[in-house]
């Protein structure tokens, strides 16, 4: 397979070069925008803290002149804490991965900043009833008009009941969604740098997986930016259904007739397949993410180590980069939706080694790969990676996140037996619910399913099988953006995945299923992909 892009290229004569070009310029235009609304936070947050020394001046000036014995002022907290960033190196590729963490990880902790001076500011007196009209306002922003208006009834002034008629026209105006038609979009772990197409780095075979199957952060940014200016906004798979329990146990399905949104709003579901960073993604040495941490906020982030061999923490993955996003555009989440996960077991979760056959050296389960990495890391402590994956997967679910299956093994369900898919999903409950909790669903690994349309009936075992084990969601993958199908037990979705194979076959006429995906993509709001189309990418790309 030939590598294009590390060709000399002459610009005016190079279509490829100068979709590069306007992608590095789009990009630059997206990061002007972001440290412009940083910029603005940072002097809120500062009016914040001069509006705090002014009150408590104000006071300790009032208690002199009564003659009052007064101490030190408490001083209300106001600690703009900021993260770890990329340093010198860092920088995103051009055309390529983008290693912005850093920046991302800016606004974060302007955000945490923020939220301190304001609660300093209750503790004044000065702000309280400010405060609690920013909170309605957010709520209101996320779609979620009756709490917006409960917050504030009962509050007389004309800044709340100007909010409260804003509100309650906001509400008035929204239209119930067809959850049948919603777009289920996903994507695998993000790739950070060009080093996943370099195949005298990573290998041929490598680069084919990471070429076909996955998204890059630059990538990622310009298809989420394109479909919020389109209008989407992202829900929960819980959102779309609403489940009753029958008196027997059995839990039913029906489709959510009462999710709500502004006209020109259009809900779209986000999963993330494969959460683990395998012993595969190279363990940083292919531009992935090797691990998620909780950070000094309590958000989840994740560890990154660039060419340079220089580590960072920060937005290097679909989670952090997605919550930084909706912090900036909280009308880009149904109230405060986040995406499923979609987790295997085999070899741990979030980069770290969970799986307890990894407690043992010696343990027949482990794999070549396996033993090698216990073989590198001698000082390995499975109950403190146990430790850490829980605090993570729970400052996840503190966001919104939530968790499914992907079976234990990443088997093919379609092609797996059921005595099989049992006791993968015994494997899963052992060693994954202990971290991630209970959850209802289960995204089929390689886009299969266990039944067609219509399938999922008394007489179908693996259905009955996994309905038993509590299972409500199943997710395949389908070309056909935007299908769900209802029955009176269950929710199934088709997924449509956004990575490199179905960006080529959207922008390459020539592609054998590029009516199918250039459809996708211009009904996601996503109108140019080549403009973002990663230039290292070999070219043609073919389906894993």
Not at 343 to 372: A, C, E, S, W
Not at 411 to 433: F, I, P
């Amino acid at each position: 397979m030939e590598d294009q892009g590390r060709r000399p290229v002459d610009p005016a004569a190079d279509p490829e070069e100068r979709r590069r070009q306007r992608a590095i310029r789009r990009r630059e235009e997206m990061i002007a925008r972001r440290k412009r609304v940083r910029m603005m936070k940072l002097l809120l947050a500062a009016a914040g803290v001069l509006l705090i020394v002014i009150l408590a001046g104000v006071g300790i000036g009032r208690a002199v002149k009564a003659g009052k014995k007064t101490g030190a002022p408490e001083t209300a907290k106001t600690d703009v804490k900021g993260q770890v960033t990329a340093g010198d190196g860092q920088e995103g590729q051009d055309g390529g991965g983008d290693a912005s963490g850093g920046e991302a990880q800016e606004g974060s902790g302007e955000e945490g900043g923020e939220q301190d001076a304001s609660a300093g500011q209750d503790a004044a007196g000065g702000a309280s009833a400010g405060s609690k009209l920013e909170q309605a306002k957010l709520l209101a922003a996320g779609y979620d008009y009756d709490a917006a208006i409960a917050l504030l009834e009962g509050d007389d002034s004309p800044e709340a009941a100007k909010a409260l008629e804003e509100f309650h026209s906001a509400k008035a105006s929204c239209v119930a969604a067809d959850v049948t038609t919603i777009p289920h979009v996903f994507f695998h772990s993000l790739i950070n740098d060009d080093r996943a197409f370099n195949a005298e780095l990573v290998g041929a075979d490598r680069v084919r997986q990471n070429n076909a199957a996955m998204t890059t952060t630059v990538e990622f940014d310009a298809m989420i930016e394109d479909m919020y200016e389109a209008g989407y906004v992202l829900v929960g798979l819980d959102d779309m259904c609403v489940k009753t329990t029958g008196e027997d146990g059995v839990v039913h399905v029906a489709q959510n007739n009462a999710l709500m949104l502004p006209p020109g709003k259009k809900p779209f579901v986000l999963s993330v397949d494969d959460l683990s960073y395998y012993h595969s993604y190279g363990i940083g040495t292919q531009g992935y993410a090797t691990k998620m941490v909780v950070d000094e906020n309590g958000k989840p982030k994740c560890v990154y180590t660039n060419e340079n061999g220089e580590t960072s923490v920060g937005d290097y993955d679909v989670v952090p980069r997605l919550d930084t996003f909706i912090e900036n555009h909280p009308d880009f989440a149904y109230r405060g939706a986040r995406g499923t996960v979609a987790m295997t077991g085999y070899n741990g979760v979030f980069g770290y080694r969970t799986n307890n056959y990894y407690k043992d050296i010696n343990d027949p389960h482990l794999d070549l790969d396996q033993i090698q990495w216990l073989q590198e890391h001698p000082d390995f402590n499975w109950e403190q990676d146990c430790a850490d994956a829980k605090a993570v997967a729970d400052a996840m679910k503190a966001e919104g996140w939530t968790f499914a299956s992907h079976t234990y093994g990443h088997l093919n369900a379609e092609g797996a037996d059921l005595e099989h898919l049992m006791a993968d999903h015994e494997r899963w409950k052992t060693v994954n619910s202990p971290i991630l909790g209970e959850t209802d669903k289960i995204i089929f690994a390689f886009g299969a399913d266990i039944g067609i349309v219509g399938a999922y009936t008394a007489d179908n075992a693996k259905f009955q099988y996994f309905k038993s084990e509590g299972f409500n969601i199943f997710c395949n993958v389908d070309g056909n953006i935007g299908w769900t199908e209802f029955g009176d037990t269950f929710m199934r979705t088709g997924r449509v995945a956004l990575d490199g194979f179905t960006m080529y076959q959207a922008m390459s006429e020539d592609g054998v299923v590029h009516s199918v995906y250039a459809a996708d993509y211009e009904q996601l709001g996503i109108h140019d992909v080549a403009s973002f189309f990663n230039q290292y990418r070999p070219t043609p790309i073919q389906s894993e």
